[in-house]
């Protein structure tokens, strides 16, 4: 039995499902799901049973259709960037620079603050049903948890501009189209889709995995010299045991078991 509120978790071949489950809400964040949100994913990093993580909603109408909007409808300018802070640090950061891979799965509508959740992950699946957008200007808001930053990385800035600006939705062929998602399948097909992809990646090295993430992670980041972070993780790289398995495996013709040191 899960011992959250507003998520379902379990754990299977690695591979660790965070239901966000609040159907009668869409699954709106508000402050309790990312805060079990937080804990769940910090619990993921850390369980060494786990490999990765896909995140996804529960029931067939949404992935994340918002932030819970009654919860801040009274913030002034301090709390809101208050709020927007302690999400950032706590979930959409915390996912984005994790050591360990997150697929978001998206079924249904992913507005706001939950497309921003799915931004943050490092791959994006979608259903065919799915509609996603960010519409915080109808709400006299912009996007606060990283849809401007994560957005624009994605798909270029005059696309960007266009969802923010009209806080229209796009549909998920389009959002393929746009590089914002890198697949689409059916609703049916969507979980086993990411956790087909979730097995590709746990047959890899999960040292080499981390600093993967690391290293792309570092293009992004203005202060930081990304190919001076890739030449010393490569070069860390060759001190671990991953590495000689990895080798030889491949001079031995079989499948490597890494060990993750």
């Known amino acids: 039995m899960s011992m959250f509120e507003n998520l379902l978790t379990h754990t299977e ?3 660790h499902h965070i239901i966000i489950n609040r159907p009668s809400k869409l699954n709106a964040l508000n402050k309790n799901t990312l805060a079990e949100l937080h804990t769940a994913i910090y619990d993921a990093f850390n369980n060494d049973n786990v490999g990765g993580i896909i995140i996804s909603g529960s029931g ?13 409808a009274s913030y002034d300018s301090k709390q809101g960037e208050e709020m927007a802070r302690r999400g950032h640090r ?5 996912i984005e620079n994790g050591p360990k891979p997150v697929i978001a799965a998206i079924n249904g509508f992913a507005l706001g603050g939950g497309l921003e959740l799915a931004l943050a992950c490092h791959i994006r699946i979608a259903s065919n049903n799915a509609k996603m957008g960010l519409p915080e200007v109808s709400l006299g ?21 266009e969802m923010i600006l009209t806080g229209d939705m796009i549909s998920a062929e389009d959002a393929h189209a746009y ?13 086993p889709a990411a956790e087909a992809i979730m097995d590709r ?3 890899r090295a999960p040292l080499a995995l981390a600093s993967a993430i690391a290293a792309v992670n570092a293009s992004t980041q203005p202060d930081v010299n990304g190919f001076e972070e ?3 993780l490569f070069g860390k790289s060759f001190d671990t045991q991953d590495f000689k398995e990895g080798v030889s495996a491949f001079l031995e ?9």
């Open 253 to 261: 013709k079989r499948k490597p078991a890494f060990r993750g040191k």
């Open 141 to 161: 808001l912009i996007p606060g948890y990283g849809g401007t930053q994560r957005l624009t990385r994605l798909v270029g800035r005059g696309r960007a501009l």
């Open 13 to 15: 071949d690695r591979i």
């Open 60 to 72: 067939e109408k949404a992935f994340v259709a918002g932030a819970d909007i009654a919860e801040f």
């Open 201 to 203: 990646i746990l047959s």
């Open 179 to 191: 590089g914002l998602v890198n697949h689409v399948t059916s609703p049916v097909e969507l979980i």
């Open 90 to 94: 706590t979930v959409f950061d915390f």
């Open 230 to 232: 890739e030449i010393e």
